[in-house]
């Protein structure tokens, strides 16, 4: 897997700990060059407050004080490395360890969220729940997307020869999912639709219509397809923000979408378990919450692939939602977000 999402929220919450927050920040990562990817295209100043290192070399660090972390964030259960932790018992002073899991609208969080979790070295370890309740550990916010059309001089440079090429009436939908998803399907039933569609397909999806190998889809002249190149996750913030209609998938790009106060779909990581279902269902319900049946039947329908045709007639009072769902995030995370219960919550 390529994990842009585990990786794009590592790097959000490093840039919001360090540029708004004030805070030293290291990130070891066994994938760095998807990490310097989507890091890409930030502005120096932002970069080079943030080590981002191999997690080879957690394995040297801090045998010296001045090395010493306060706080050591465990994302989605990495597990410390044992020659790293030996490192951090040797410590004059010892640091706090969070394990921060992954975003959840369960219910159950708020009962585990900030628990203390003992581990036989000593070292404390508590659980963080990033969430939609207020009793939780929130959503990375940092940076706000805009919500109004672009000016020229904003369009991304990456983006240039794509946006150049789309129609100013038609709808534009930006397309980022797991390869399981029934992409080839829907699409041709998108066509059926009498409407024209721009489609933003981002890096690696070509290849998944059979673009370029012989086997591409066909689709009428009213949908179009575009290829996009790979964007850093500035760029991509800015994409979902100026599309119409968006599908998500990873943790990192389910948050954005939802900021940019559009529809979409989120294609959530299958498990064998079906625990995807779950989280899927639990998040809806907080998301639907309030709108009509209409809205409520269509929506579910699309998060769980039902074809354009079945709930599209909703996309107007779907999109007046998603602002409204824009604007109650944001109310929400007034507090400064997920970074600002983490500070708060270490003291």
């Known amino acids: 897997m390529d994990n842009y999402g585990d990786a794009g929220v590592c790097w959000r919450l490093a840039r919001s700990l360090s540029s708004i927050h004030g805070q030293t920040v290291r990130i070891f990562c066994d994938n760095l060059p998807t990490l310097n990817l989507l890091a890409s295209g930030v502005h120096v100043e932002i970069k080079d407050k943030i080590q981002l290192l191999p997690w080879e070399s957690s394995f040297e660090n801090h045998r010296h004080q001045a090395q010493a972390p306060d706080v050591v964030i465990e994302a989605f259960g990495c597990q410390l490395p044992e020659r790293y932790l030996v490192g951090l018992l040797v410590a004059p002073k010892k640091p706090i360890i969070i394990n921060l899991e992954y975003l959840s609208a369960e219910p159950w969080i708020v009962d585990f969220h900030g628990k203390s979790s003992p581990q036989s070295h000593g070292i404390p370890k508590y659980f963080f729940f990033p969430g939609f309740q207020d009793q939780v550990g929130g959503i990375l916010i940092d940076p706000v997307p805009p919500s109004s059309p672009p000016s020229i001089s904003s369009i991304p440079i990456s983006l240039e020869k794509a946006w150049s090429q789309l129609r100013p009436h038609a709808k534009r939908i930006s397309i980022f999912c797991y390869p399981g998803a029934p992409l080839r399907k829907w699409l041709e039933d998108l066509a059926s639709l009498d409407q024209d569609f721009d489609i933003l397909l981002t890096h690696g999806h070509a290849e998944l219509l059979g673009i370029n190998t012989g086997q591409a889809i066909q689709l009428p002249e009213h949908v179009q397809l575009h290829p996009l190149p790979f964007v850093s996750q500035d760029e991509y913030d800015w994409l979902l923000s100026q599309c119409?209609?968006?599908?998500?998938?990873?943790?990192?790009?389910?948050?954005?979408?939802?900021?940019?106060?559009?529809?979409?779909?989120?294609?959530?990581?299958?498990?064998?378990?079906?625990?995807?279902?779950?989280?899927?269902?639990?998040?809806?319900d907080l998301y639907l919450e309030g709108a009509n049946q209409d809205l409520r039947l269509s929506t579910i329908a699309a998060m769980t692939w039902a074809m354009p045709s079945q709930w599209f007639g909703a996309i107007d009072a779907w999109s007046a939602h998603g602002e409204a769902w824009r604007a109650h995030l944001l109310k929400k995370q007034g507090d400064g977000g997920l970074a600002a219960r983490l500070l708060a919550f270490v003291g």
């Open 244 to 284: 119409d209609f968006n599908i998500v998938r990873g943790e990192d790009s389910f948050v954005r979408a939802q900021l940019a106060g559009k529809p979409f779909i989120w294609h959530i990581y299958p498990q064998e378990d079906r625990a995807h279902e779950v989280k899927l269902a639990a998040f809806l």
